[in-house]
């Protein structure tokens, strides 16, 4: 599903961002695992990542994301008319995370849902932004991917248990008329269950809600069968940033900023399509796959680093359990 936007033009107004104090490292998981700092940096690129302090949660991380977001933007919360966070792991199954950050904002005019689309989450929480402001159905929407990984992680799976954190990202969405930059000029979403348990937690939903026993046997654990997302994820990735550029020189383009799933997939991607990789916003290093956080944290940090020209194109491209992915091209 491609849309290019016909009806109000949309910018986005503010970005911002969070990351818990938290640095776990590689070290961390010599202690007890298999595996050494060497190992996971060859197959992830991840040295860091950064996980929740006890009783810290995914709705009080966005909620920080998005005071910074309305910050840079210089609008207040009660004038927000929309909150949607993508997440995988709410506080709470009911009522939604965005309703938490609605009332810790103090945005009393808005209104607020959570979508999961995994780690394209916020991607397709940016493309629901755009469609209400494009349309006329608000002015001041704020789109977050925030997660809380560390809490569903099984820490005997070492294929799986080194990749994730935690953290959150924010952008305003507003008239560009408004913000006067940050247009959004194509977004993207697109999914294929037919990968539905390449990236599955079976355990928790309404299917096999929580027992003793599911819990015992780690079904409210994350599962990854990391040859099969491998390749599913290059070759996302690279016709994600084909379909976005198209039209566009290399030029024109001064960012792209993919999901933060795995170092040798954005390589591996950027060698077929023959990009410069000066270009591309990599942080997984310090922060390992934090699903739908990923793309708002290394936008936003772009952003205030000066990265993101104005007037230049800026790509984001993200894609996951689903399978989902999600993009759009933007005139900063």
Known sequence: MTGTPVGIRVGIAGTGSYVPERVVENSYFEKYLDTSDEW?????????RRWAAEGQTTSQMSTAAARLALEAAG??????????????????LLPGCSALVQRELGASRAGAFDLNAACSGFLSALNTAEAFVGAGRAR??????????????????????ILFGDGAGAAL????????????????LGADGNGYE????????????PTHASLDRGEHFIRVKGREVYRFAVERMTGLIEELSAG????????VVPHQ?????????????????????????????????????????????G??????????????????????????
């Open 75 to 92: 609008v207040e919360a009660k004038d927000v008319d929309l909150v949607i966070v993508g997440t995988l792991t709410p506080d709470h």
């Open 307 to 332: 990265r993101a020209v104005p007037g230049k194109l800026v790509i984001l491209a993200a894609f996951g359990a689903g399978l989902t992915w999600g993009g759009a091209l933007i005139r900063w």
């Open 198 to 209: 390449l990236i599955h937690m079976i355990g928790g939903g309404s299917l096999n809600p």
């Open 248 to 255: 566009h020189s290399q030029d024109e383009i001064c960012l």
């Open 40 to 48: 996971i940096t060859q197959r992830t690129g991840i040295r860091a």
């Open 173 to 188: 969405v507003m008239p560009l008329e408004d913000c006067k930059q940050g247009e959004i000029l194509k977004t993207t």
């Open 261 to 305: 799933v795995n170092l040798r997939i954005i390589d591996a991607a950027l060698e077929r399509l023959g990009w410069d990789k000066q270009k591309v916003v990599v942080n997984i290093q310090d922060y390992g796959n934090t699903s739908a956080a990923s793309v708002p944290v290394a936008l936003d940090e772009a952003v205030r680093a």
């Open 140 to 161: 001041r929407v704020l789109a977050i991917g925030a997660e809380t990984l560390s809490r569903w992680i099984d820490p005997q799976d070492r294929g799986s248990c």
